[in-house]
Structures are given as structure tokens and as C-alpha cells.
């Protein structure tokens, strides 16, 4: 089944055209990448798709219902969560306020065990993060702090879950982690659109892929065929 389904999106900062006419699908249970360079467009495709940005035109359905002109915090209640760049953490909550703050859509008294539930399902995730549940957000390490990003997004329940850079200025064995963890998550449930500029890593992981350069979908296939692409190989993976 097709869970998200983008259209001919097209999106622009005033004169600058960031997004042209782009198509892209994930299917339920895929693990999608979207890889580019510095400026090809990545944050604006997944700022257009969480409604943080207004499209010039084009559509975008999930699960077969349109979401255009819906607000970011409606998108969320229907199923489409962002991990946004940068994290954007609560830095003076805890960790496990900034995870609850992920459910504050859904957060009622009856829906309380649900989400210390949900809670728990994310520190069996990152065990790290039951260890510092009561640390200030703000004082943690560069890994732990996208943890609980990826984590507050899980804690909306998404259906996609898109997440924008995950191993920006992390150490390779912190984003190793990270993305072993993002990897498994469609097997439990969570369909994944990751956009990133570590192509050689992310190809081994997708199931498939899309490359943006200048806001335009150049390439598209399974990612183990793009990654010996001679071309990707050359720009993205850096042979030759
Ligand atoms: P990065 O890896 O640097 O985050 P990206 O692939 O996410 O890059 P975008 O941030 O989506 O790329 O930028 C796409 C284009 O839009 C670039 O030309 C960028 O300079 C421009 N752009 C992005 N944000 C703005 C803004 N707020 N105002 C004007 N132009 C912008």
C-alpha cells in the first residue's frame, strides 16, 4: 500500500526555487532515503510534507487522503511526524518531558498508561535515555540529544516517520547506532523517509532511494542499485 504519496510538488523562498515538480512514494513498511547535497532541497521536502512551508503546487496524500493545506499539528494527528534539523529540544525540560511533549496531541488522563507506555517503548530503544530520563535536554551529548529527538517523534505514533539529517556533527559510531535503530523501525510498524547527506551509509540501509540536486529528483531505485550507480558513485559516495 502506498502510505505517502507526493505529486509534483513544488516549493520556493521568494525567488529562489527550492523544490521542482517532485514525485516520490513510500510504501508501507519501506525504509525510503532522500539523498543531495548542501541546498538541494532536502529540509524543504520534508518542511512542505510536515506543513511547516506552504507548497507553490503540487499534492501530497497519506494513506490515499490528501493533506494539502492541512496544519503541521493536524499532520501529525494523521500520521506524519518530523524529526526536524538541528532537534530542536526543549533544552531546559527533561528528557522525559521533551518525549512527553511528542504525545501532546494525544495526551489525555485515559490515554496516560498509553503513553508511559509509549515512553518505555522508546528507552528500549535508546536505553541510554532511561538512564538520563530526569537530565535537562540541553546538557547531553549531540547523540543523545538526537535520540530524544527521534524518540518525541515516535512518541506521536506516526505511521511516517521523516527525519530530516539524523547524523549531522554526530561521531560515526553514534550515527551507526542511530540509524541501526531507525533501520528497524518499519519491521515494528513505523514506515521511515529519511533525507541525508551521509550517502554511503544510508544506501546500505534504505530499501530505496531518491537523489534531489537543485530541488529536482534526478535519480530514483532500490538503494543497493543506486549505490553502484556509477554516478552517484562519483558524486555522492566520492570514487573516482
Ligand atoms: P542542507 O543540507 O544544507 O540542509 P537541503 O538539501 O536541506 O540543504 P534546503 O535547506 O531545502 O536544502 O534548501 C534548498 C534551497 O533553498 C537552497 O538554495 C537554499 O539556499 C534555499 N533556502 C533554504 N531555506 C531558505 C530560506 N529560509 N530563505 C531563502 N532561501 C532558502
Given at each position: 500500500m502506498t502510505l505517502l504519496s507526493v505529486t509534483n510538488l513544488s516549493a520556493s523562498y521568494g525567488k529562489i526555487q527550492a523544490?521542482?515538480?517532485?514525485?516520490?512514494?513510500?510504501?508501507?513498511?519501506?525504509?525510503?532515503?532522500?539523498i543531495g547535497a548542501n541546498g538541494a532541497g532536502k529540509t524543504t521536502l520534508l518542511k512542505?510534507?510536515?506543513g511547516l512551508m506552504q507548497p507553490q503546487g503540487g499534492h501530497v496524500q497519506l494513506a490515499g487522503k490528501s493533506l494539502n493545506g492541512l496544519s503541521a499539528e493536524t499532520r501529525v494527528g494523521q500520521g506524519i511526524a518530523l524529526v526536524p534539523?538541528?532537534?530542536?529540544?526543549?533544552?531546559?525540560?527533561?528528557?522525559k518531558e521533551n518525549l512527553l511533549m511528542g504525545s501532546y496531541s494525544r495526551y489525555t488522563r485515559a490515554q496516560k498508561a498509553e503513553i508511559e507506555a509509549d515512553v518505555e517503548r522508546v528507552y528500549a530503544l535508546f536505553p541510554i535515555l532511561r538512564e538520563r530520563q530526569?537530565?535537562?535536554?540541553?546538557?547531553?551529548?549531540?547523540?543523545?540529544?538526537?535520540?530524544?529527538?527521534?524518540?518525541?517523534?515516535?512518541?506521536?505514533?506516526?505511521r511516517v516517520l521523516m527525519l530530516d539529517e539524523p547524523s549531522v556533527g554526530l561521531a560515526p559510531l553514534v550515527v551507526?547506532?542511530?540509524?541501526?535503530?531507525?533501520?528497524?523501525?518499519?519491521?515494528?510498524?513505523t514506515t521511515v523517509l529519511i533525507v541525508e547527506q551521509n550517502a554511503r551509509q544510508i544506501l546500505k540501509l534504505a530499501d530505496r532511494a531518491y537523489v534531489l540536486e537543485n530541488g529536482v529528483v534526478k535519480l530514483?531505485?532500490?538503494a543497493s542499485d543506486l549505490a553502484n550507480n556509477p554516478v552517484v558513485q562519483q558524486i555522492y559516495l566520492g570514487h573516482g
Amino acid at each position: 500500500m502506498t502510505l505517502l504519496s507526493v505529486t509534483n510538488l513544488s516549493a520556493s523562498y521568494g525567488k529562489i526555487q527550492a523544490l521542482r515538480q517532485v514525485n516520490l512514494h513510500v510504501e508501507a513498511g519501506e525504509f525510503v532515503a532522500v539523498i543531495g547535497a548542501n541546498g538541494a532541497g532536502k529540509t524543504t521536502l520534508l518542511k512542505t510534507l510536515s506543513g511547516l512551508m506552504q507548497p507553490q503546487g503540487g499534492h501530497v496524500q497519506l494513506a490515499g487522503k490528501s493533506l494539502n493545506g492541512l496544519s503541521a499539528e493536524t499532520r501529525v494527528g494523521q500520521g506524519i511526524a518530523l524529526v526536524p534539523e538541528h532537534r530542536q529540544l526543549f533544552g531546559g525540560m527533561s528528557v522525559k518531558e521533551n518525549l512527553l511533549m511528542g504525545s501532546y496531541s494525544r495526551y489525555t488522563r485515559a490515554q496516560k498508561a498509553e503513553i508511559e507506555a509509549d515512553v518505555e517503548r522508546v528507552y528500549a530503544l535508546f536505553p541510554i535515555l532511561r538512564e538520563r530520563q530526569n537530565q535537562l535536554a540541553g546538557t547531553l551529548s549531540g547523540g543523545q540529544q538526537q535520540m530524544v529527538a527521534i524518540g518525541r517523534g515516535l512518541m506521536a505514533r506516526p505511521r511516517v516517520l521523516m527525519l530530516d539529517e539524523p547524523s549531522v556533527g554526530l561521531a560515526p559510531l553514534v550515527v551507526r547506532e542511530i540509524f541501526r535503530v531507525v533501520a528497524a523501525l518499519p519491521a515494528q510498524g513505523t514506515t521511515v523517509l529519511i533525507v541525508e547527506q551521509n550517502a554511503r551509509q544510508i544506501l546500505k540501509l534504505a530499501d530505496r532511494a531518491y537523489v534531489l540536486e537543485n530541488g529536482v529528483v534526478k535519480l530514483e531505485g532500490v538503494a543497493s542499485d543506486l549505490a553502484n550507480n556509477p554516478v552517484v558513485q562519483q558524486i555522492y559516495l566520492g570514487h573516482g
